[in-house]
């Protein structure tokens, strides 16, 4: 009798066995239906020796109800999948409903039916026709995200199908292939070098690249080189962005270089593309895809390469769920699938430098920005020397340069990294601040929505009239500035200008992104003002100045990364100043121009930094010479917490080379109606950590309002 070993997609249960029936195919990785009491879930068979469980006899035994129609998940990812539970102290099941995450997409028809207006209106109108008619105009989908999207029932919108007014249309999943040799650049000589050493390594087994080149010194189109040889060689390649709405302009100009778009995956896709693309991947027809990190898990049966694109972003590394770093676990899918994978940036993390210092990556670089453009000129503006005027925020040294800017018609770029109109609204009557009722955060004032929200929960509410502590009406004054209150200084400034601003708030689709790019790209837009989302990927040539407004404030708060990541986000807002034949200037306001970053970021002395910061880190053996490992504890009620906390932290091992601080209230003390707690573990670089925090925590027993959560490698400090 053939027996499998099932690991579900419920995080709650172990590995189960089953029997398989006669005529049924099932072998490592096959995804299967198991059931369970009444129901029926879905799983993959997994080698048994693997995944230790009690035995069941055989005649205990219940047959496996179903094997789906797709390939089974291969060898590599499934070690992959191991790799990540383990790493990351993790369920399996939930790495596993990362790889097959549209259970649509298991079952699914190739060609699926969607439906678009015909321009025909029925004979009968209804309010309900009416409304979905006018909210559907020129748009295409299931019925479901028809009515979905015009807020009617589906039964509406199947009435419109029978009445003519729209038609059925097939989908078809097959798409066009790109082609390797569509329209290849000419390279120059450094990228030329770079780019043969690149095709060189695929399809030679595993070999860790790090891309470090300039801003605009062409590191796109150097390692479109691999991923064409990658098509050569009849391989995917997966390229992984840290922004989806930096999805677009990709799309753009990988469709100039190779004839056709590559697939997409991110979480804005509709469900029907979900499906399809999912299946595109599995089935190993879709030759590139890209995607954000959730991509990484994906069953590509044939990968041949991965490019992480500007690899340095803090956003490849997931806080929610599996606590998973993608370029970390990127990296080791290329080891387990036997590939190249390419970390491209022009601010590689420290942690990517010290790999190339220790060997194990090989690093290849671009110095020079590409057709001669040079590196814009950097330059400080002592905010306590040169203040701007009562209630505004830009020196006027700063104030002119745009001037200057403006009536040369060249595009400028602000640079801050707050949303809204201002980070904290008080009564100026009682002093009264608007806090989260959720959170341990002021609500911040968005004054295009008219609403005051919090950042972490979403709570939103009306800036109220009267404050709600003293009663006075009409006292409350915004502190401090947000991309909003620049842009309004902006429109008082210079009303003629054209500004924009750019933000979560305002791109939030990879539609929205491209409009952005449309718009900068014809001139319609002369200011922009905007937070960490235009710091990346865009290449604006007509962009020539660029300002900090606050350069000091990515230092406050002081975590591990702090000084790091403010300068390689300066370093790449500057990067996109003077990127055309015009040469860019970058001004960066603040109120130490003494710190080390923004000695070295005007100064230009980017290793010098970079050798500090690293010494620093190995003194104080933080990552990457030692681990952190960051374990929060929540719940509704601040007493539960504390005590599991308190219990956590007694019951704390004694193991030479580890020490435990905490617990604490976590800084971010109140998340979502959530107390939180934490205890910080930091251990030298050779100590298995997970291995002693998961025997550490199994001894320990809490009650299910409690959620124990474990983050290795942190990259929050929350
Ligand atoms: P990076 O990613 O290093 O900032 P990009 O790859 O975005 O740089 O390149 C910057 C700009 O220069 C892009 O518009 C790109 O198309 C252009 N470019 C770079 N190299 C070449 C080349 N060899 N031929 C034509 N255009 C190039
Ligand atoms: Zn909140």
């Keep these: 009798m053939q027996r499998a070993r099932v690991v579900t997609m419920n995080a709650a249960l172990g590995p189960l066995d089953y029997r398989v029936p006669e005529a049924m195919r099932v072998g490592p990785g096959s995804v299967v239906i198991a059931p369970l009491g009444p129901r029926q879930l879905l799983g993959v068979a997994w080698e048994a020796e693997r995944l230790p469980t009690n035995e069941v006899s055989d005649a205990r035994l219940r047959p496996l109800a179903g094997v789906l129609n797709v390939r089974p998940i291969a060898l590599p990812l499934r070690r992959l999948c191991e790799w990540t539970a383990d790493y990351y102290l993790a369920p399996l099941a939930s790495v596993l409903r990362m790889v097959l995450p549209s259970s649509a997409a298991l079952d699914g028809p190739r060609q699926l039916t969607e439906y678009r207006p015909t321009g025909s209106v029925p004979g009968r109108m209804t309010p309900q026709r009416e409304k979905a008619l006018a909210a559907l105009e020129g748009r295409q989908g299931t019925i479901r995200e028809l009515a979905d999207h015009a807020e009617v029932s589906d039964a509406v919108v199947r009435g419109l199908v029978n009445s003519g007014a729209f038609e059925a249309v097939m989908v078809d999943a097959d798409r066009p292939l790109p082609v390797p040799d569509h329209a290849p650049p000419d390279l120059n000589e450094d990228q030329q070098e770079g780019a043969s050493s690149l095709v060189a390594a695929v399809g030679k087994g595993f070999d860790p690249v790090l891309l470090d080149g300039v801003t ?110 993608a370029r970390d676990t990127a990296v080791m899918r290329a080891k387990f699938e036997d590939i190249p994978v390419i970390l491209s940036s022009a601010t590689p993390a420290i942690e990517s430098r010290h790999m190339v210092e220790v060997g194990r990556y090989r690093e290849v670089s671009l110095p020079h920005r590409f057709a001669g453009a040079s590196m814009p000129e950097m330059q400080a503006i002592d905010m306590t020397q040169d203040p701007p005027p009562r209630g505004r925020w830009l020196a006027p040294s700063l104030v002119s340069e745009l001037e200057a800017n403006l009536e040369r018609g060249e595009q400028s770029l602000l640079f801050l990294n707050r949303r809204g109109f201002a980070p904290l609204t008080l009564c100026r009557h009682c002093g009264h601040r608007f806090q989260c009722p959720n959170c341990t955060a002021w609500m911040v004032e968005h004054r295009l929505m008219h609403r005051l929200a919090c950042h972490h929960c979403g709570h939103v509410m009306p800036p109220p009239k009267a404050c709600p502590e003293c009663g006075e009406e009409d006292t409350l004054v915004p502190c401090g500035p947000g991309v909003e209150r620049i842009a309004d200084e902006i429109a008082e400034l210079f009303p003629e200008a054209r500004a924009a601003i750019v933000t979560s708030d305002t791109i939030w689709s990879p539609q929205r992104a491209a409009e952005f790019v449309g718009a900068m790209e014809a001139g319609e837009i002369d200011v922009v003002i905007g937070t960490q989302l235009v710091t990346k990927g865009y290449h604006f040539p007509n962009l020539t100045l660029v300002g900090v407004v606050d350069a000091d404030l990515g230092l406050a708060g002081g975590d591990l990364r702090a000084a790091e990541r403010s300068f390689q986000q300066i370093q790449q807002v500057a990067g996109r100043a003077g990127r055309g034949d015009k040469p860019g200037r970058v001004f960066v306001q603040t109120h130490d121009p003494d710190a080390p970053v923004i000695a070295a970021l005007v100064s230009g002395d980017a290793p010098g930094f970079y050798s500090a910061e690293t010494d620093a880190r190995r003194e104080a053996a933080m990552p990457p010479f030692g681990r952190l490992a960051a374990i929060v504890i929540s719940a509704e009620d601040s007493s539960e917490a504390e005590a599991v906390a308190r219990r956590i932290g007694h019951a704390a091992p004694e193991v030479e080379g580890m020490a435990v601080f905490g617990p604490a209230p976590a800084p971010l003390a109140m998340l979502r109606g959530r107390h939180r707690q934490r205890l910080l573990v930091h251990a030298r670089r050779s100590l298995d950590v997970q291995d002693v925090i998961r025997d550490w925590l199994a001894a320990i027993e809490w009650s299910p309002k409690v959620r124990v959560s474990v983050d290795v490698d942190p990259y929050s400090f929350l």
């Design 216 to 325: 605009g010194s062409g590191k796109t189109e150097v390692y479109f080189e691999a991923i064409a040889e990658c098509l050569r060689q009849g391989k995917q390649a997966l390229v992984l962005l840290p922004e989806i709405a930096l999805t677009e302009p990709f799309l753009k100009r990988f469709e100039a270089r190779f004839g056709c778009a590559p697939v997409a995956w991110h979480s804005g896709l509709r469900s029907s593309d979900r499906r399809r693309n999912w299946r595109a991947i599995a089935s190993g027809e879709a030759q590139v895809t890209v995607g954000a990190r959730s991509a990484l898990f994906l069953p590509y049966p044939n990968l041949g390469l991965i490019v992480i694109d500007e690899a340095h972003e803090p956003s490849f590394k997931q806080e929610e769920g599996v606590q998973y770093h």
